[in-house]
């Protein structure tokens, strides 16, 4: 057995090391030591449930009568890396804890794991991948993204952080008739017996237009619908996602594509057919750009059930801009009426910048989490693109939260 106690020293070059108890001294880079340690189920004692300490430096403002300089919770608990400026400087932990340090930029955390399994750090996928629509199919995840080409490159991953290209939606052989390019913002979906893509593209009337694939096996072939499902060439329309509510009720979700045009960017809801192959009904608005930070539009949609409220995560402002951000809003019904969170859950800092448009979905280990992209720090706009990251959501008074993200530090698995 192998233990820590969760101190970490400083050395003289301004780098760290803890001291394991069989006298290893893992070293960091800068101030902060990050160790997880997973016993196997034959030690003696027992392991317990997934815990974090977080031990904190030594201009940590400690609390009265609080002796110690580490704290134990339940579960996986992050942070984002980010000290928050000001005399004392401080953090602030994906719990909602706000440690407060003497002096300037004096933040200095630690995190050990224990039973909470492997690390990794963002990003996961560090080529351009816009846009990732990410479903699961038995033990593995699928992912496609944003290609511009017809290709839309599909990878699959069996914990959401390793990732092998399995193939493409579509190629130049099959791509659907009615689109000319701009190949955007995919997802697949599991839709009775049979797998349908979604997607965006350009019409041969110029604008966006929002249409469908099938097929048998996950990885196709894809066999596209002659024409699209949603066809409104003033303006266009864009960022289609499939929703099922948990009764079977079948919806599809776009953005109209009005900030092309200088003109609102509503999000729309329809019920679909049971095949996801057709639209029933009538299209009902439920999303509008109204609060300051959105800017001049709302987009990528994606909705999910969870604690009796339907939650409808979007993107907003200028997807090439550190104004870029993930809001949430909530209703009792997926056709709305939605109510808004006043700020965003998910915004640029130091490493990375303009998150957003992303997959909301529960990961291998039982956590909900957000797959999503990002330009990195300080290259918005630039290459090498947007990059796949994986963060963990917390649930918190019936609103969701991602205090933790974007992360660029070590974390256990998703």
């Given at each position: 057995?192998?233990?820590?106690?969760?101190?970490c020293?400083?050395?003289?070059?301004?780098?760290s090391?803890?001291?394991?108890?069989?006298?290893?001294?893992?070293?960091?880079?800068?101030?902060?030591?990050?160790?997880?340690?997973?016993?196997?189920?034959?030690?003696?004692?027992?392991?317990?449930?997934?815990?974090?300490?977080?031990?904190?430096?030594?201009?940590?403002?400690?609390?009265?009568?609080?002796?110690?300089?580490?704290?134990?919770?339940?579960?996986?608990?992050?942070?984002?890396?980010?000290?928050?400026?000001?005399?004392?400087?401080?953090a602030?932990?994906?719990?909602?804890w706000?440690?407060?340090f003497?002096?300037?930029?004096?933040c200095?955390?630690?995190?050990?794991?224990?039973?909470?399994?492997?690390?990794y750090?963002n990003?996961?996928?560090?080529?351009?991948?816009?846009?990732?629509?990410?479903?699961?199919?038995?033990?593995?995840?699928?992912?496609?993204?944003?290609?511009?080409?017809?290709?839309?490159?599909?990878?699959?991953?069996p914990?959401?952080?390793?990732?092998?290209?399995?193939?493409?939606?579509f190629?130049?052989?099959?791509?659907?008739?009615?689109?000319?390019?701009?190949?955007?913002?995919?997802?697949?979906?599991?839709?009775?017996?049979?797998?349908?893509?979604?997607?965006?593209?350009?019409h041969?009337?110029?604008?966006?237009?929002?249409?469908?694939?099938?097929?048998?096996?996950?990885?196709?072939?894809?066999?596209?619908?002659?024409?699209?499902?949603?066809n409104?060439?003033?303006?266009?329309?864009?960022?289609?996602?499939?929703?099922?509510?948990?009764?079977?009720?079948?919806?599809?979700?776009?953005?109209?594509?009005?900030?092309?045009?200088?003109?609102?960017?509503?999000?729309?809801?329809?019920?679909?057919?049971?095949?996801?192959l057709?639209l029933?009904?009538?299209?009902?608005?439920?999303?509008?750009?109204?609060?300051?930070?959105?800017?001049?539009?709302v987009?990528?949609?994606?909705m999910?059930?969870?604690?009796?409220?339907?939650?409808?995560?979007?993107?907003?402002?200028?997807?090439?801009?550190?104004?870029?951000?993930?809001?949430v809003?909530?209703?009792?019904?997926?056709?709305?009426?939605?109510?808004?969170?006043?700020?965003?859950?998910?915004?640029?800092?130091?490493?990375?910048?303009?998150?957003?448009?992303?997959?909301?979905?529960?990961?291998p280990?039982?956590?909900?989490?957000?797959?999503?992209?990002?330009?990195?720090?300080?290259?918005?706009?630039?290459a090498?693109?947007?990059?796949?990251?994986?963060?963990?959501?917390?649930?918190?008074?019936?609103?969701?939260?991602?205090?933790?993200a974007?992360?660029?530090?070590?974390?256990?698995?998703?």
């Amino acid at each position: 057995m192998v233990t820590w106690d969760g101190a970490c020293t400083a050395d003289a070059a301004g780098n760290s090391f803890a001291t394991l108890s069989n006298g290893w001294q893992p070293y960091f880079a800068g101030r902060e030591c990050v160790i997880a340690l997973d016993s196997s189920p034959t030690c003696s004692p027992a392991p317990g449930a997934c815990a974090t300490r977080i031990s904190y430096g030594p201009n940590w403002q400690a609390a009265p009568n609080h002796p110690a300089y580490f704290d134990d919770v339940a579960g996986v608990l992050t942070w984002n890396g980010v000290c928050h400026p000001g005399s004392p400087s401080h953090a602030v932990l994906s719990n909602g804890w706000t440690p407060y340090f003497s002096g300037s930029d004096s933040c200095a955390i630690s995190l050990r794991h224990t039973q909470c399994s492997a690390l990794y750090a963002n990003p996961v996928v560090a080529t351009d991948c816009p846009d990732p629509g990410v479903m699961r199919e038995g033990s593995e995840y699928f992912m496609a993204c944003t290609s511009g080409g017809p290709g839309y490159p599909i990878r699959s991953s069996p914990d959401l952080v390793h990732w092998t290209a399995r193939g493409t939606i579509f190629t130049n052989a099959t791509r659907p008739t009615w689109a000319t390019g701009d190949f955007w913002a995919p997802e697949l979906h599991k839709v009775g017996a049979r797998f349908v893509a979604y997607f965006s593209a350009r019409h041969t009337n110029g604008a966006f237009a929002v249409g469908a694939a099938w097929a048998t096996n996950i990885l196709g072939p894809y066999t596209a619908l002659g024409q699209p499902l949603v066809n409104d060439p003033n303006p266009g329309v864009i960022d289609a996602h499939f929703f099922q509510a948990a009764g079977g009720a079948k919806y599809l979700l776009w953005k109209v594509d009005g900030n092309a045009v200088g003109a609102p960017t509503p999000i729309k809801i329809q019920p679909l057919a049971a095949d996801g192959l057709s639209l029933t009904g009538a299209p009902t608005t439920v999303l509008t750009n109204t609060l300051s930070w959105e800017g001049g539009l709302v987009e990528g949609p994606w909705m999910v059930e969870h604690g009796g409220f339907f939650y409808l995560f979007y993107s907003a402002n200028g997807y090439a801009s550190t104004a870029y951000a993930v809001g949430v809003a909530r209703s009792t019904s997926p056709t709305g009426p939605f109510t808004k969170a006043p700020a965003p859950i998910l915004v640029s800092n130091s490493s990375f910048g303009g998150p957003g448009h992303g997959s909301v979905l529960i990961g291998p280990s039982g956590d909900w989490v957000h797959v999503y992209h990002s330009w990195l720090g300080g290259k918005v706009g630039q290459a090498p693109g947007r990059h796949v990251l994986v963060d963990r959501i917390r649930w918190e008074n019936g609103w969701p939260t991602m205090r933790g993200a974007p992360s660029a530090r070590s974390q256990p698995m998703p």
